[in-house]
């Protein structure tokens, strides 16, 4: 089975620009989280998606956003980006209640 | 109280000796547990989960689970400089969630 994907791997943005990142969860797999990872955050959970329903939320300004399609890949969109969101920004996905997380590799973000 | 916690260390081993990581957590009716190994600048993977009380066996790794005292625990046997990361304690909390919380990770170091 393929894994988690996400894309890009890597971007570089300006302050005041906007983003989307993808993420395609594992086959089978209808639960899509997102997290930010900083060096002093650690891992923060900002939202989880579940048959195209938003159902978690972490504690992250509206300019953080995502969505879910029917065939379960993620999106999410950050606007208005500040220097602070250069982060490592991680999508995971899972089959089902208390079972792992299985996350990709991630798409490191630099904000300028 | 944090709800998941975890010495930030760094833990220093010698190689061939046992690495010994532990976790917390606070939400008694927690029913899934989890660790994650990530290397600097990449993302989580998961290495072992546990439900029941009592020891868990994959190869070098060891997961340990007391639910009466609230701990998780991992022991690496014959620690290797490849095993050198920062080591993430997950636990999925009662109340049936997809969604783990993480703890901020316990840094490794195995030196040779």
């Known amino acids: 089975k393929a894994g988690v994907t996400q894309t890009p791997r890597y971007l570089i943005k300006t302050r005041g620009q906007q983003v989307t990142l993808s993420c395609s969860p594992i086959s089978g797999h209808r639960s899509v989280s997102w997290y930010q990872q900083t060096p002093g955050q650690g891992l923060q959970f900002l939202f989880e998606?579940?048959?195209?329903?938003?159902?978690n939320k972490g504690n992250f300004p509206g300019r953080f956003s995502g969505r879910q399609f029917s065939n379960s890949r993620s999106e999410m969109n950050v606007s208005t980006l500040e220097l602070g969101d250069s982060a490592l920004y991680l999508c995971?996905?899972?089959?089902?209640?208390?079972?792992?997380?299985?996350f990709g590799n991630g798409t490191r973000l630099t904000v300028t | 109280q944090k709800e998941v916690e975890q010495n930030s260390g760094p833990l220093s081993v010698p190689e061939g000796a046992i690495a010994s990581l532990n976790c917390t957590y606070s939400?008694?009716?927690?029913?899934?547990f989890f660790w994650y190994r990530q290397y600097s600048g990449k993302s989580p993977e998961l290495i072992m989960f546990i439900y029941s009380n009592g020891d868990k066996e994959d190869g070098r790794f060891t997961a340990q689970l007391n639910k009466a005292s609230q701990y998780v625990s991992l022991l690496i046997r014959d620690s290797q400089p490849s095993d050198s990361a920062t080591y993430l304690c997950a636990v999925n909390r009662s109340g049936g969630s997809y969604i783990p919380t993480f703890g901020r990770g316990t840094s490794l170091i195995v030196h040779p």
């Open positions: 939400d008694r009716g927690s029913q899934s």
């Open positions: 998606y579940f048959s195209e329903t938003q159902r």
């Open positions: 995971a996905s899972s089959s089902g209640v208390g079972s792992p997380l299985h």
